[in-house]
Nanobody, 125 residues
Framework: QVQLVESGGGLVQAGGSLRLTCAASGRTFSTYGVGWFRQTPGKEREFVAAISWSGGTTYYADSVKGRFTISRNNAKNTVYLHMNSLKPEDTAVYYC??????????????????WGQGTQVTVSS
């Protein structure tokens, strides 16, 4: 069993930066891939970034590539999402998730078994 708690969200001006943290409990967390997703009212949850269990492979949505960086520290059971050059369209609730995603399906919510409660990110123009 893995429990996830996100933190670090808040209000920031366009062009600013935030770092989201996903803190996990559970001894098997380091064996899971981790993804960050985001959701706005009335829309489906969308993929943002993912990282393999070792941290050796990362994936990004085209909309955040070059601006966001995902990283992890397995010794601390933590995954981070560094967000730079934020835009108003990045405003959403951000969720981290853990799962044994298979192959190229890292972007699918169905591949993740454990989810955090979410943290709100608001980018003002």
């Amino acid at each position: 069993q893995v429990q996830l708690v996100e933190s670090g969200g808040g209000l920031v001006q366009a062009g600013g930066s935030l770092r989201l943290t996903c803190a996990a409990s559970g001894r098997t967390f380091s064996t899971y891939g981790v993804g960050w997703f985001r959701q706005t009212p009335g829309k489906e949850r969308e993929f943002v970034a993912a990282i393999s269990w070792s941290g050796g492979t990362t994936y990004y949505a085209d909309s955040v590539k070059g601006r966001f960086t995902i990283s992890r520290n397995n010794a601390k059971n933590t995954v981070y999402l560094h967000m730079n050059s934020l835009k108003p369209e990045d405003t959403a609730v951000y969720y981290c998730a853990a799962g044994y995603y298979s192959g190229s399906y890292y972007y699918s919510t169905k591949e993740y078994d454990y989810w955090g409660q979410g943290t709100q990110v608001t980018v003002s123009s």
